[in-house]
């Protein structure tokens, strides 16, 4: 991965790019981002620049020998640490080390660069639980960490979702943290910086990843997927800055999006007042495992703000494809206008309640009778 490579952000990639000429790479650096604006492109990237050995025009060669290994992920010095659940392991050691995921990891990195934490779930085979890293994985950065290095140079330690650390991890890694070894560097990337813990976050150097740039990313996506400038633009729109997000609907555009059927027939049937139909997508999502029903919530917050946005008679800034528009039209005029703000605060508390493992037919029940009554 070469800076070149990377979409937009010109000012951070300035920025790295100065800092290893000058030799004064921060010993830890936090990436922040909302999923999909590039974050682990400018990590790679950074890291490929300070491997590569025939650097030249401020960037990486792509072809030297380190520059081989760093664009496989197969660097002996360049490390992973990422959210794993080992207990979906059948029949193996539980106490699997992280380099059993390795190969499941790159094939990821190398196909989508762009994931967000359930694409990585999905990816490593752990889809409906939610990953951790327990001190089991810091124990194993610090003897990682604690070699020398094999190539003789620098030593990298690249964590992704840092926010899944525990406490206990957290404690391991902080000595290394504080008194960093030379040639010992730390690259975090996250997507949820507010939730990771603030004795680790208090040791790294910040960099905030912005949105990738609307033109920017609307040439990018009308190149990728042979889109002519209207749609290119339109779903750059749609996507806030996001190339993964942008991806994702584009790719999900001719198949049906199941959450947001679901949930449109869930207000169709709170407006009908059908109990008993509403009672049985419940029991559904309640079936669900953690991450699909979080996923029904954040894609119902989409479906609710489209909704919205068109009983303002905002539809030009909804972003709604011309497939689901006549359907959130009809809904938009049927919906009491006091709804929109409580089923948004329904939807998040339903997540927060997922989050805090409370039992889903509790949450789902309780969503649908608020719909129910409220609508
Ligand atoms: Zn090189």
Redesign the pocket.
Known sequence: MQFSEVLGHSEIIGTLRNMVDSNRVPHAILFTEREGYGALHIALATI?YM?????NNGD?????????KTGKLVHPDLHFTFPINTSTLVGKDKRAEIEEFYPLWRALVKENPWFGEQELYRAIGIENKFGNISVNEANSIMRKLALSSFEGGIKVMLIMFPERMNQEAANKLLKSLEEPQPDTYYFLVSHNPSKIITTVLSRCRIVEVPPIGHETLAGALGKAFSLNEEEALFWAGCSGGSYGKAAGLIAGINEENENHTLFIKLLELGIAKDHVAMFEIWESLAARGKEAQKSFCTDSLEILRKIYMISLGLDSISYTHNRERKILQALSGKIKADFFEKGYNYLNQATDAIERNVNPKFIFCDLCNRIYYNI
């Open positions: 490929s491997f590569c050995q025939q650097k990486s060669c792509g072809v030297c020998n380190q520059c081989s």
